[in-house]
């Protein structure tokens, strides 16, 4: 458990030893759709494949990947409920085209996240981080995003144990000790972020790895079936949108 | 506050990501020659990259009863400068959309535009004017991160009123909006930032003084008299 859900749900995924490629070239045409696509009936399309994409053949919790939607979902509701609202000289009122412009809106980034969700939640960070090499990302930054990458969860962990001894000393039991306890964690894990880095180095060093740890990629291969399927399943449910959009305009 | 997936039209998504590409190319080519001329610096990156993520989850006591979270872009600016940040924020950003669904990848040239460039330049030269006109380290610290902070905010909600203008009053009528709305949250959030980043560097100016000192923050203590 590394104590990020969606990390967790990527690990766990009956998807997680299909290629990167592969799910890349799904969960990006199923963005591209949501971004493109009318609202009534691509978004709605979009969505449900990667709702069932992902708790169905790729074994997602549920529970996980509805918290997850959580996050996005306060954000689009204030954003879409805010730009239906008019501000005129008469006061606050409703667009003219609210519910449309709303449910366009709505519609089409929860169809996006729920997309990029698919993507998280069957592929682990460190299958991603070597297809950014392949697109000519320099070494040295892909290199400084796997440390990341790997010591965040090292700082989580040390956040959770410095606050748990905090809250145990009633670090947090007025604001202001909340205020005060909040800044010397944050020191604290910055601190630990700099000797933990310091250690690694010499480390590394000492088994003369001073250009870093270099590690063999896990070579997961594309599959042709699923890359077909992937293709074949966009055209569907893209000449669908079409269709019933231009039946219902 | 990130703009969430597919809230951008795609002219906007692809017009703020080339907005934000030159500034987060200049920040990994100075990574790349950070790297090239001292190896070691790949874990010191990696680890402030770690931290700005984590310091995204430090739950602060809000004036509104709830919780928030601080963006640390401020201290990370004046901590590593902000072409470093802006490479930094952008993996970051890339990180919580993957790991958090916090944010978006369309919409992750928007949010590095906002996050990663806006905003620690905004915290950066807040810090190096409050510096400048005398004032010490913590109140630099508290001026950058206050307005690295509202910088953040106010480029997002220009980001969102340019896309999604109003049916009367247009752009104008929708940054009113969207910066009104997002204020409630916004402004107790970059005061309680501010406040953090002077308790935080309060401790680290008390137990991590040599770091202060090699990054260029504080001047070297005088040797004790002997």
Redesign the interface.
């Known amino acids: 458990m590394s104590g990020l859900a969606v990390d967790d749900a990527a690990w766990a995924s009956a998807w997680r030893h299909r290629s990167p490629a592969d799910k890349l070239l799904l969960s990006g045409g199923l963005v591209v759709c949501a971004l493109v696509l009318p609202a009534w009936p691509g978004s709605v399309l979009v969505g449900l494949t990667a709702v069932v994409l992902a708790l169905g053949p790729a074994r997602v919790p549920a529970r996980t990947f509805g918290r997850a939607v959580r996050w996005p979902l306060a954000f689009i509701a204030v954003g879409a409920l805010t730009s239906v609202v008019t501000v005129g000289t008469g006061g606050l009122g409703w667009a003219p085209d609210a519910t449309a412009r709303a449910g366009s809106l709505v519609g089409s980034a929860l169809a996006g996240s729920a997309a990029v969700l698919l993507l998280a939640t069957t592929t682990p960070m460190s299958d991603l981080l070597p297809a950014l090499r392949r697109l000519r990302v320099p070494a040295a930054v892909v290199e400084v995003a796997s440390v990341t990458y790997r010591l965040l969860f090292v700082l989580l962990d040390s956040l959770r144990t410095v606050r748990e001894a905090q809250t145990a000393r009633m670090g947090y039991s007025t604001a202001g000790r909340g205020w005060r306890s909040s800044g010397a964690l944050a020191a604290a894990v910055l601190t630990r972020s700099w000797d933990r880095a310091r250690r690694m180095q010499e480390g590394l060093a000492g088994r003369g790895m001073e250009t870093g740890l270099r590690v063999l990629p896990e070579v997961l291969p594309s599959s042709p079936g699923f890359r077909a399927a992937t293709v074949t399943g966009l055209a569907a449910l893209v000449s669908l949108s079409l269709v019933v959009a231009g039946a219902a305009a | ?7 951008l ?2 002219t906007h ?1 692809v017009g703020w990501t080339l907005a934000a590409a030159p500034f987060v190319v200049h920040g ?1 080519r100075r ?2 020659v950070e ?2 001329e001292r ?2 610096s ?10 700005t ?3 995204s ?5 809000s004036f509104t009863g709830s919780s928030s979270h601080p963006t640390g872009t401020g ?1 990370g600016a004046v901590l590593f400068r902000p072409p470093v940040m802006a ?2 924020g952008t ?2 950003l ?2 919580q ?6 944010g ?3 919409t992750l040239g928007a949010n590095a535009f906002a996050f990663a460039v806006v905003g620690p330049w905004a915290g950066y030269g807040a810090y190096r004017f409050t510096r400048r006109l005398g004032g010490g380290l913590l109140a630099g610290v508290f001026a950058a991160m206050v307005l690295a902070d509202l910088a953040t905010y106010v480029t997002t909600a220009t980001q ?1 009123a340019l896309a ?1 203008p ?4 247009g752009v104008a ?2 940054l ?3 910066l009104a ?2 204020a409630l949250t916004q402004v107790p959030l970059a005061l309680g930032e501010g ?2 980043g ?7 100016t008390a ?2 003084r040599p ?1 202060l000192e090699r990054l260029g923050l504080l001047a070297p203590a005088p040797e004790p008299a002997r």
Do not use: C, S, W
């Not at chain 2, 506050?1 to 809230?7: D, L, N, S, T, Y």
């Not at chain 2, 790949?42 to 931290?51: E, N, P, S």
């Not at chain 2, 109003?166 to 009053?169: F, G, L, N, P, S």
């Open positions: 506050m990130h703009i969430a997936e597919g809230f039209p795609v998504a990994a990574v790349v790297v090239r190896p070691e790949t874990l010191l990156l990696g680890a402030a990259g770690a931290f993520f984590v310091l989850a430090v739950k602060l006591p201290a490479l930094l993996v970051v890339l990180f959309a993957l790991l958090l669904a916090h978006g990848l369309t969102l999604l109003d049916a009367e009053t009528g929708a009113v909006k969207f709305v997002f406040l953090l002077v308790l935080l560097f309060r401790a680290l137990n991590a770091e």
